[in-house]
């Protein structure tokens, strides 16, 4: 172990309450051990809640993990906590960037260096946006891939809506009634991307399903869970404008199935509410 | 209706919460057989049930999970369960919401296996 971790560990240890998380946290996303580190943030936060540096913090190492759904309510917690806070300016910059609202990633930019005209990595970063290239949520840190591309961009947008859930990028779907996507990707067995086939056959059926609750007087739909032969599904209506399919193996049980589909229409749910 | 058809939704039917089964063509959405409690209207309950199996079963397919066997439209105040059976009939059952679901699709699948 470097001495410097080694240092500030014992540090840690003998002060549990100190915010030598902060600097010890840091270090370790420094040398890329992101697990160590997400467990010193986690408990430095835990400790110190209203602290923004430990939201910012939390935030980094969420990122470097690609985990960008947390770490935008981190950087927006640090800022609710401390409205001026750089890190948390810059962070929010990089991830509005990342699905593509230059505006707000500049706008964020900008509010940065207001509060700190002096940052040059901040006068930095504001330029690479207008020059269409990402600015990175950390400048001392190499940030993590990052898209430059609208259409590297705009499969993160979709797959914000369940990030953290099981299958988020092959088993949980979210469409419009039309039958657009809002949201997730389907995959079949064989790995082939069968998103839109499934979307365009979906169309409809919530209508279908709701007219066929009221014709037998059973009131609104809740849910249709379905058996197949090599796999099951569920569908939810996490809004009455989306509708939510979710599919796994036939191996998962339909109550698993009801369960893994009630916490993905609760993101889901979240989402929806962010879009308006 | 046969006493094939017939035996085959009495077993549904009997089971505690089921308000009425059916056996629908899956190709066109006709009532083959019934057995509903007054007040549901069989034959646009089958129109529904075979549109929304259609539907299902496309998706279902496009989506790799090969052919639908069963499933259960979830509802507030009820529920209605359907088993496809091999020769394309549809069985059917209005439930009320806090049916042993496990128990009618027992109960479907064996008519299902009856009705061929």
Redesign the interface.
């Known amino acids: 172990m470097p001495e410097d971790i080694r240092a500030l560990s014992a540090q840690l240890a003998q002060d549990p309450q100190s915010l030598v998380f902060l600097r010890l946290a840091e270090l370790l996303r420094q040398k890329r051990q992101l697990d160590a580190a997400l467990r010193v943030a986690i408990s430095g936060l835990e400790r110190h809640p209203h602290l923004a540096d430990a939201h910012d913090l939390y935030a980094r190492v969420l990122t470097d993990k690609h985990d960008y759904e947390r770490a935008f309510d981190e950087w927006d917690m640090a800022l609710r906590i401390a409205p001026n806070h750089t890190g948390a300016l810059k962070g929010l910059a990089f991830l509005y960037f990342k699905v593509g609202d230059v505006d707000q990633a500049r706008a964020h930019l900008e509010t940065a260096l207001k509060v700190d005209p002096d940052d040059a990595t901040l006068a930095q970063a504001l330029e690479m946006v207008q020059q269409g290239a990402p600015p990175a949520a950390d400048a001392a840190v190499p940030p993590v891939e990052a898209p430059v591309s609208g259409a590297e961009v705009a499969p993160l947008e979709d797959a914000r809506v369940f990030a953290g859930l099981e299958g988020a990028e092959e088993g949980l779907l979210l469409l419009d009634p039309a039958g657009r996507v809002l949201g997730g990707a389907?995959k079949?067995?064989?790995g082939?991307d069968?998103t839109d086939?499934?979307a365009?056959?979906?169309a409809?059926?919530s209508q279908?399903?709701a007219?066929?609750?009221k014709?037998?007087?059973?009131?609104?739909?809740?849910?249709?869970?379905?058996?197949?032969?090599?796999?099951?599904?569920f569908l939810k209506q996490p809004s009455p404008e989306a509708m939510l399919?979710v599919?796994r193996e036939?191996g998962v049980p339909m109550g698993r199935l009801a369960v893994i589909a009630n916490r993905a229409a609760q993101a889901a749910s979240r989402w929806l509410e962010r879009q308006v | 209706m046969t006493t094939a058809y017939s035996q085959a939704l009495d077993r549904v039917t009997r089971v505690r919460g089921v308000r009425g089964a059916m056996l629908v063509a899956g190709d066109d959405g006709l009532v083959i057989a019934e057995q509903l409690m007054e007040?549901?209207?069989g034959p646009?309950?089958a129109a529904?049930?075979s549109?929304?199996a259609t539907?299902?079963r496309?998706?279902?397919a496009?989506?790799?999970?090969?052919?639908?066997?069963?499933?259960?439209?979830?509802?507030?105040?009820?529920?209605?369960l359907v088993v496809f059976s091999g020769s394309g009939v549809l069985v059917v059952a209005?439930a009320e919401?806090d049916v042993n679901v496990g128990l009618v699709r027992l109960e479907l699948l064996r008519a299902a296996e009856a009705v061929g």
Request: charged share 15%; glycine share 14%; net charge positive.
């Open positions: 389907l079949d067995r064989h082939a069968v086939a499934v365009a056959y979906l409809g059926v279908e399903a007219r066929t609750a014709l037998l007087g059973l009131g609104s739909w809740t849910g249709l869970a379905a058996e197949g032969g090599e796999g099951n599904v399919l599919v036939r | 007040g549901i209207k646009a309950v529904l049930a549109s929304l539907r299902l496309r998706a279902m496009a989506a790799g999970v090969g052919n639908s066997l069963f499933w259960h439209l979830q509802c507030d105040k009820g529920a209605l209005v919401a």
